[in-house]
C-alpha cells in the first residue's frame, strides 16, 4: 500500500526533480496502480511530453511523526482543524474566522440558525460575523426590501459588530455604513488576512483567496450552521497548480489570465480542487487582480483559489486591519494534482462566449460581433482598478463610445475613487471624467446590479432581446454568461477584461484592446 | 494564532428546539407500490404509483422550515415515478434565476412559491416545461442529468426549488461542488450519480424506480436498468438527515 520510501527523496530546489525521484523509488516498491488512481493520488504535470509517475497513498501511521508536506490549502485547512496533517479527501471540522453573508441568502441562513438552536440563540461570535447587503439593494421590489430589514433586525438582536447597512435607497452616499459588493467590501475593510478560514454565503467567496487564506462559497444551511457553532465540515481539496511567468503584457489584465486558465480546464476542470497562482506574473499583480484571478475559480468548479501571500499582500492589509495574521506557504515538497504552466508574454486577450464561461476564444476573433452594449462592474470587473483600466482605453481613444456602457462601482469607496483618483497620463483628470468624455452612462450606485440580473428593475438589466435580428449582446467584466444570467434568456453575453469591454464599448463590436492600447 | 479555537464543549451551550424532529430521509420516505418494481408496470398501476408519490411528498412539512432535524438509523428509500432529462452544465440560473431569489426558504409560504419555478431558467429549446405553467408542483419525481449539474452560484434555493416543487431525487453524471453539498445539506433532493450518462438513456416522461439500497435506477419505459454510483462521504450526512442531524448524532451539537 503506502511506500515509505517514496518520502525520503533527496531535497531539490525543483519540484519536477523531487517528484520524479520519487516516482522512480515508488515504482519499485509498489504494484501496478490503475489509472482511475493515478488520476486522484499521482501528479501530473501539464505542458511537458512526460507524465511523472504514479503515487500512492501515504498512510502518516507508516512513518512515524514525521511531518509530511502540505499545501497551502492542506496547511490552513490543518491549522483550522487543529491537526498536525491533513491529505486531500480528509473531511474536517474546520473553525471558522470569518462568515460573510448578504442580503439574497442571509434572511434564509438566519431562518435555519434560529430553527435549529432556538429563537433566542446568539451567534458563536458577534465579531466574526459579516453581514454586507448588496445584491438587490436599489429597487423597489418590496422582498428584496424586506430581507434588508430583516437582516438590520438580526444585526440589532444579535449585536453584530460588522453591518453596512443601508437605509436610504434613494442616495447611497446618504448611508455611511453602506459598502456595496461583498467581496471587495470585505478586503476593503480588511477582514480578509493570510492564513484564515472566510466562509460566505455566495460563490464568489473564493475571492478572498487572493490574501493567501482559504475561502469558498458554502449556502444556507451550512451558513445556519456557522453561525451557531463557527465550524463546518469541510473535505480537505487536492490542489491544482498554475504558475504564470514573464512579464504582463501591456493590454493584458487578470481577467484574461482566468479566462485563459477556465478555458484550458474547462467549467468543472476545477470541481472539489483548490486552484494555487504562482509565478512571476502573479507576483507583479497588485490585490485587486490577484482578487479577480480567484474570483472566478468557482466557474472552473474551483473549492476555492491561493495567491501566497507577499509584500504586496501585508502592504495592502498596513492601513485595514489590526488582527495579527500568520501566512501559509506550500511546502516545496508538497503533492499537487497537476500543474499548469503559462507564459504570459504568449497569451492574448480573451473573451468568453456565450453561454459558458469556459467557451473562450480570442477577442480579435469575434470582432465581426455586433454588440449592444456594455456592462463594468461586479466583484470581477468592477474594482477600482477594474475602471481605471477601462479609462484607459477610453483615453487613447479619446474617442465616445458607440454603444450604452454601464458603469457599475462595486463599492463606496470604489465609487469614490472614480471621482477622485487622478487616471496616470491623464493630465489630472479622474476616471468618471474620462467616462463622461467618452459618452459612457454615469457611474451608478454600488451594488452587484445585473451581474446576475435581479428584480426586474434593476440597473442595466438585459430586460428584451433586441428588435432586431438578433438578441442582445453585451461584453461585460462579470464572471458569468450562462442563459438568462443578466436577465433575458437569450441575451448574449460576452466575458471580458475592462481593457476588452471599453475597446468594445468604442467599436460596437467585440475588440481586441490592442486596438487603442499599443 | 492568528484567531481563537472554540472547543466542543462551548457548542453545548446552544438551547434547541423541543419540537419533535422532523427527517428528510426518514423511513416513511419509502413508498409501496401495488407490483414488485422489476416488473413492467400496467399504465394503471403506474398512475396509482405516480398519484401516491406526489401524495406523499405533500404530506411532509416542507423540509426546509420543518421542526430541527435529528439523527435517525439509515432508511431503505425508493423513488419512483417519472423523469425529467436535461444536459449538461445546468447552471443554477437555469434551475432557479436570480430574480425569485428575493424568496427565503426559511419561510414557509415563500418556499412553497420556490418549487413553483424550479427550472423555469430552462431556454425554450426544453419545449416541456419542469412545472407546467399555472401549476405549483413538478409532476417528475427524479431529474436526470448530464454532467456539472448545478454549476454556477451557491445559492441555496438551488436544491430548495427543486425540493419544493415535488422532485426527489436527481441522477446526474457529475456534479457541482456546492449544489451537490447543499442537496445533502439540506436534504431537500437525493443528490444520485449516475454511472454514464443517463441523460442519454432516457426521455422525459419515462418512469423510474431508484433503488437506493441497491445504488439503481431502473427505466420501466425502456425496460433498462442502471448502476448508480455509491453517495460515498456524503453518505454519513445524508443517512443522518442532513448537517445537523450529522452533527447531533456525533455529538458536535447537542440532541434534544
Known amino acids: 500500500m503506502a511506500s515509505s520510501s517514496s518520502f525520503l527523496a533527496p531535497s531539490s530546489t525543483s519540484i519536477l526533480h523531487s517528484k520524479k525521484d520519487v516516482g522512480l523509488s515508488a515504482l519499485t516498491s509498489t504494484s501496478s496502480i490503475s489509472s482511475q488512481r493515478c488520476q486522484k493520488t499521482g501528479f501530473r504535470r501539464i505542458c511537458c511530453s512526460v507524465a511523472a509517475p504514479q503515487q500512492s497513498q501515504r498512510q502518516p501511521s507508516t512513518t512515524g511523526s514525521v511531518k509530511t508536506a502540505m499545501t497551502m490549502t492542506e496547511k490552513i485547512l490543518a491549522r483550522a482543524s487543529e491537526k498536525p496533517y491533513l491529505t486531500p479527501g480528509d473531511n474536517v471540522w474546520v473553525n471558522v474566522d470569518i462568515l460573510m453573508t448578504h442580503d439574497v441568502c442571509g434572511p434564509g441562513s438566519i431562518g435555519i440558525f434560529k430553527r435549529e438552536f432556538g429563537e433566542d440563540a446568539k451567534v458563536w461570535d458577534r465579531e466574526k460575523l459579516v453581514i454586507i447587503p448588496d445584491h438587490y439593494i436599489f429597487t423597489s421590489d418590496e422582498r428584496a426590501n424586506r430581507n434588508v430589514d430583516i437582516l438590520r433586525d438580526f444585526c440589532q438582536e444579535q449585536n453584530i459588530k460588522y453591518f453596512y447597512d443601508i437605509k436610504d435607497l434613494s442616495n447611497f452616499k446618504a448611508n455611511p455604513d453602506y459598502k456595496g459588493v461583498c467581496h471587495v467590501a470585505l478586503a476593503q475593510e480588511g477582514h480578509c488576512r493570510p492564513g484564515e478560514v472566510l466562509l460566505g454565503t455566495d460563490s464568489h467567496t473564493c475571492t478572498a483567496g487572493a490574501f493567501g487564506q482559504f475561502a469558498t462559497g458554502i449556502g444556507n444551511t451550512d451558513a445556519g450552521f456557522v453561525l451557531g457553532t463557527g465550524k463546518l465540515l469541510l473535505k480537505v481539496p487536492p490542489t491544482l497548480r498554475f504558475v504564470m511567468d514573464g512579464e504582463m503584457p501591456s493590454y493584458l489584465l487578470a481577467k484574461d489570465l482566468i479566462l485563459q486558465i477556465i478555458g484550458e480546464i474547462t467549467m468543472a476542470g476545477a470541481t472539489y480542487k483548490a486552484m494555487e497562482f504562482v509565478g512571476t506574473t502573479v507576483e507583479s499583480l497588485n490585490m485587486e487582480e490577484r482578487m479577480t484571478l480567484c474570483n472566478m475559480v468557482v466557474e472552473a468548479g474551483g473549492k476555492n483559489g491561493v495567491v501566497p501571500a507577499d509584500s504586496t499582500t501585508y502592504k495592502y492589509l498596513e492601513d485595514k486591519t489590526s488582527v495579527p495574521y500568520q501566512p501559509v506557504y506550500s511546502d516545496q515538497q508538497a503533492r499537487f494534482l497537476s500543474e499548469y504552466r503559462f507564459d504570459v508574454s504568449k497569451l492574448e486577450p480573451l473573451v468568453a462566449k456565450p453561454h459558458s464561461p469556459d467557451n473562450r476564444a480570442l477577442a480579435r476573433e469575434c470582432k465581426d460581433v455586433k454588440i449592444d452594449r456594455v456592462y463594468i462592474g461586479s466583484c470581477t470587473g468592477g474594482k477600482t482598478e477594474d475602471f481605471m483600466a477601462a479609462a484607459k482605453v477610453f483615453l487613447a481613444s479619446g474617442k465616445k463610445v458607440k454603444v450604452p456602457t454601464f458603469l457599475v462601482p462595486a463599492t463606496q469607496k470604489v465609487w469614490m475613487d472614480l471621482y477622485s483618483i487622478p487616471v496616470p497620463g491623464a493630465g489630472g483628470k479622474t476616471c468618471s471624467q474620462i467616462f463622461e468624455e467618452a459618452g459612457c452612462d454615469t457611474p451608478a450606485s454600488p451594488s452587484c446590479g445585473a451581474c446576475l440580473g435581479g428584480p426586474k428593475d434593476t440597473y442595466a438589466r438585459l430586460n428584451e432581446p433586441q428588435a432586431s435580428f438578433h438578441a442582445f449582446v453585451c461584453v461585460s467584466t462579470t464572471n458569468r454568461n450562462f442563459p438568462g444570467r443578466m436577465g433575458h434568456k437569450e441575451g448574449q453575453i460576452y466575458l471580458a477584461s475592462p481593457y476588452t469591454a471599453a475597446a468594445s464599448a468604442l467599436t460596437g463590436y467585440v475588440t481586441d484592446p490592442r486596438e487603442f492600447l499599443q | ?256
Open chain 2, 1 to 256: 494564532m492568528a484567531f481563537t479555537t472554540t472547543t466542543p464543549q462551548n457548542l453545548t451551550t446552544f438551547t434547541t428546539s423541543s419540537h419533535k424532529p422532523k427527517l428528510p430521509f426518514s423511513p416513511s420516505h419509502s413508498l409501496t407500490f401495488p407490483t414488485h418494481p422489476n416488473q413492467t408496470l400496467t399504465s394503471r398501476a403506474i398512475s396509482t404509483a405516480i398519484s401516491t408519490s406526489t401524495r406523499i411528498h405533500s404530506l411532509f412539512t416542507p423540509r426546509a422550515t420543518s421542526s430541527p432535524s435529528s439523527s435517525t438509523t439509515a432508511a431503505e428509500t425508493t423513488f419512483h415515478g417519472l423523469c425529467y432529462v436535461v444536459g449538461d452544465n445546468i447552471d443554477t440560473d437555469q434551475i432557479i434565476p436570480a430574480e425569485y431569489l428575493t424568496l427565503v426558504p426559511s419561510k414557509p409560504d415563500e418556499y412553497e412559491k420556490l418549487g413553483t419555478y424550479a427550472l423555469i431558467g430552462l431556454p425554450s429549446s426544453y419545449a416541456t416545461r419542469f412545472v407546467e405553467p399555472g401549476e405549483s408542483k413538478t409532476k417528475y419525481t427524479v431529474v436526470i442529468a448530464g454532467a456539472n449539474f448545478g454549476c454556477g452560484s451557491s445559492r441555496e434555493h438551488a436544491p430548495v426549488a427543486l425540493g419544493a416543487s415535488g422532485a426527489a431525487a436527481v441522477v446526474a453524471e457529475s456534479y457541482a461542488r456546492i449544489f451537490f453539498r447543499n442537496s445533502v445539506a439540506t436534504g431537500e433532493v437525493y443528490p444520485l450519480e449516475s454511472e454514464g450518462r443517463l441523460c442519454e438513456e432516457c426521455r422525459t416522461g419515462d418512469v423510474v424506480t431508484i433503488e437506493l439500497k441497491e445504488s439503481k435506477l431502473i427505466n420501466h419505459t425502456t425496460g433498462k436498468e442502471y448502476a448508480l454510483k455509491s453517495i460515498g462521504d456524503a453518505g454519513p450526512v445524508i443517512e443522518a438527515g442532513g448537517i445537523f442531524a450529522y452533527a447531533r448524532k456525533t455529538g458536535m451539537i447537542p440532541s434534544h
